[in-house]
């Protein structure tokens, strides 16, 4: 919260120890996050309990390109034996994300606008509230910028925009059982300049990003099991400019849909047994 930076990549490379961040250029380049020394592969991301790794790449890694800030209540990082719940990825470590919720009794709105050089404008709107049994949360973000060119030979700027959407509902069905759903939608577009000073600076990514969660949690004293169905959705559309005349478009598409079982029981204050379950489909 005390933060000048929007994206959370930059936050967590000025803050965490054993952490290497990169960033190919500015505002939507390729980035991501080596943990321990290990490659970016080896480090799970988790946003609400879904998986963010990217199933319409080849790697199936996830870029910290264009995750915002704004929506998000908590970060978790876990090195070393924590992550062995999270499986043979999660080598190097493992991120958890959390995302806000209504806390506070009532009905809330919150809004900011910032500003900064090459045009760059962050418009941030947010709606919360608690009544008896529900809870909500309502963020609708959108960042503009129309960034530089990083080549020599031309002045054209390479823009860069962000939308998302994220909602959160919770229902406490009764004092043991609690419902949750969850989306997400970021779209975002940016202009990347050519290698080649003789390529035309025509080059594009438009990226729809949409995660979906849905869970039910049983909470009974010392047993606490959570069942919920993930869905992950990618859709990239690339335009590659080698002659402006005709440019090359590509469409990349990926889906994700898991099933979980995430429990605990707590046998007394000092020892407890973790377990879980996982059915997963990408295509």
């Known amino acids: 919260s005390n933060s000048n930076e929007n994206f959370v990549g930059d936050i967590l490379s000025e803050n965490l120890i054993g952490m290497n961040y990169f960033q190919s250029g500015g505002y939507g380049t390729v980035s991501g996050i080596q943990l321990r020394g290990q490659p970016k592969r080896y480090s799970t991301v ?3 309990g879904i998986k963010l790794s990217d199933p319409s790449t080849p790697s199936n890694d996830y870029y910290f390109s264009n995750l915002m800030n704004n929506s998000l ?8 034996s924590q992550t062995t719940l999270y499986g043979s990825g999660a080598i190097a470590g493992t991120i958890n994300l959390y ?22 404008r962050n418009v941030n709107v947010s709606f919360d509230g608690k009544n008896n049994k529900l809870d909500y949360f309502l963020g609708i973000t959108n960042l503009n910028s129309n960034g530089i060119s990083a080549r020599i030979d031309d002045d054209e700027d390479d823009r860069y925009r962000n939308d998302n959407l994220v909602g959160n509902l919770g ?13 997400n939608y970021t779209d975002t577009f940016l202009e990347y300049d050519a290698v080649a000073l003789a390529s ?5 990514s438009d990226d729809q990003q949409t ?4 869970k039910l949690i049983f909470d009974n004293d010392n047993l606490l099991n959570t069942i ?21 478009k590509k469409m990349y598409e990926g889906q994700r849909d898991a099933l979980n079982l995430l429990g605990e029981y ?4 000092d020892s407890k047994i973790v377990y879980g379950l996982e059915y997963e489909i990408d295509q």
């Open 46 to 48: 988790y946003i609400n």
């Open 73 to 80: 209540d908590s970060v978790e990082i876990l090195k070393g």
């Open 99 to 120: 995302s806000k919720k209504g806390e506070e009794e009532g009905h809330h709105q919150n809004g900011f606008i910032s500003e900064g050089s090459f045009g760059t």
């Open 171 to 183: 229902y406490q069905i009764n004092d043991q059982i609690r419902s949750e759903t969850y989306i």
């Open 200 to 204: 035309s600076d025509d080059n594009s």
């Open 211 to 214: 995660l979906f969660s849905t």
């Open 228 to 248: 919920s169905f993930n869905k992950t959705y990618f859709l990239r559309e690339t335009v590659t400019g080698y002659n402006s005349n005709s440019p090359t």
């Open 266 to 269: 707590n046998f007394n204050l």
